[in-house]
């Protein structure tokens, strides 16, 4: 019995830590520890990237009149964020973004996180069918189609572009 339990542990917890496809790398030419491929949250809250996550998460204030008309409407959607962990836009918004899923209690381990390099590959991830040019980009999708996205930087404020798609 205790054999059985000991490999049905093993078992599990195995596919627990390598079921994710992200690679850290250092970047040659400015010896920087990158991500690439897809992650999980808790990720991009360690290591360099992680630095700017808490710093941006925890300044960052969204505008609670408008977190309450997201909140009524998101959960029906699926989100995919496509970041580069070198890229100064996805190390402002991405912390940005996650505060506001945080708010509206959007269970953010089904948020679906691919990392970039330089080249805009996902490494071992296939992201062809993802079409992104610029990272960040933060996209919903409903009923498994694509309903907006926010590319880059929000035209107004991560909150009010995010209710926007929403809205659409």
Known sequence: MKITFLILFTTILSNLIYTQNEDIT?????????M?????????????????????????????????????????YSITIVLGTWCSDSQEQVPRFFKILDKID??????????????????????????????????????????????ETPLNTLEADILNILHE
Do not use: A, W
């Open 26 to 34: 250092i970047e040659p030419n400015t010896d920087t520890e990158i």
């Open 106 to 151: 959007y269970n953010t381990n089904y948020v679906r996180i691919v990392c970039f390099d330089r080249d805009k590959t996902g490494g071992e991830t296939d992201v062809s069918n993802l079409n992104v040019e610029l990272v960040p980009t933060f996209i919903f999708y409903k009923n498994n189609i694509e309903k907006g996205r926010i590319i």
């Open 36 to 76: 690439i491929g897809e992650c999980k949250r808790i990720m991009l809250q360690e290591r360099e990237f992680g630095q700017y996550f808490i710093e941006e998460y925890k300044n960052y204030d969204p505008e609670m009149p408008i977190l309450n008309k997201i909140q009524h409407n998101i959960f029906s």
